[in-house]
C-alpha cells in the first residue's frame, strides 16, 4: 500500500515554543492530507483539511493562528504548533489520500506523540 | 447530520469469531473504511466497501449493507493480536471520512 511518513514520533518541547510536524506522502502524490489529533481513549479528531496550493480548511474550534498547516507540494504538509501550551500534548496524526485516482483511502503516517512541559 | 455509531468496547476469547457492527448516516456516501488501531499507534487500513455484499480477506471480512446504512467487521479465529481498537469510517459525498469512536476489542485467552 501507500506509504506515508510522519517525522518526528514523539517530541517533548517547553512551554511557549514551537513545533513542527512534516507529512510526507513517499509513493504517491497527495492532493488532500488531514491533520487529525487524538486524545487517549478517543476517536481521530480531525483538525483541518488541506489541498495542495491552497489554505487549509479548519474545523470548528480550532485555532488557525496556533496550529499552522503548509500543503506547499504534492507530497509534503507540515503541521507547525505554535506558542504550545499542556493542554496541546495529544497525539498527531496526518493522512494523506489521491482523490484523482487510487487509492481513495486514507493512509496515515505513524503520528506524533506531542509532549509539552 | 452526519453521524457513525459503533459499540464502545467487545470482549472475545482467543480461537473464536467477533462481529463489530457499524450504522452511519452521511450526506451522500462513497463507501465504508474499517481501520485497526493499536494503543500509540497510527490507524492501518482493514477494508473498504462500496457496494452491497461481504468481502473476505484472510480471518477478516467486512459487510455492506447501504440501504441499511449498517456495515460489521468480522473477525475469525482471533488472536491476542487482534486487541485493538477497530474504527468505522464512512466516506460522504465531497470524499470526507467521518468517523466513529472506535470500538476496544478486548481478546481473553
Known amino acids: 500500500g501507500a506509504v506515508v511518513s510522519q517525522h518526528p514520533s514523539w517530541v517533548i518541547c517547553k512551554s511557549g515554543t514551537s513545533v513542527k510536524i512534516e507529512c510526507r506522502s513517499l509513493d504517491f502524490q497527495a492532493t488532500t492530507m488531514f491533520w487529525y489529533r487524538q486524545f487517549p481513549k478517543q476517536s481521530l479528531m480531525l483538525m483541518a483539511t488541506s489541498n495542495e496550493g491552497s489554505k487549509a480548511t479548519y474545523e470548528q474550534g480550532v485555532e488557525k493562528d496556533k496550529f499552522l498547516i503548509n500543503h506547499a507540494s504534492l507530497t509534503l504538509s507540515t503541521l507547525t504548533v505554535t506558542s504550545a501550551h499542556p493542554e496541546d500534548s495529544s497525539f498527531y496524526i496526518c493522512?494523506?489520500?489521491?482523490?484523482?485516482?487510487?487509492?481513495?483511502?486514507?493512509?496515515f503516517g505513524q503520528g506524533t506523540r506531542l509532549t509539552v512541559v | 447530520g452526519q453521524n457513525i455509531d459503533q459499540p464502545t468496547e467487545m470482549t472475545a476469547t482467543e480461537g473464536a469469531i467477533v462481529q463489530i457492527n457499524c450504522t452511519y448516516q452521511?450526506?451522500?456516501?462513497?463507501?465504508l473504511f474499517w481501520y485497526q488501531q493499536h494503543a500509540g499507534e497510527a490507524p492501518t487500513f482493514l477494508s473498504y466497501n462500496v457496494l452491497d455484499g461481504l468481502e473476505e480477506k484472510g480471518r477478516f471480512s467486512s459487510f455492506l449493507s447501504r440501504s441499511k446504512g449498517y456495515s460489521y467487521l468480522l473477525l475469525k479465529e482471533l488472536q491476542m493480536k487482534d486487541s485493538a481498537s477497530y474504527l468505522c469510517?464512512?466516506?460522504?459525498?465531497?470524499?470526507?471520512?467521518?468517523w466513529g469512536a472506535g470500538t476496544k476489542l478486548i481478546i481473553k485467552p
Open positions: 452521511t450526506s451522500g456516501f462513497n463507501g
Open positions: 469510517a464512512a466516506s460522504d459525498s465531497n470524499y470526507q471520512l467521518i
Open positions: 493522512s494523506a489520500r489521491s482523490i484523482t485516482g487510487v487509492p481513495t483511502e486514507a493512509f
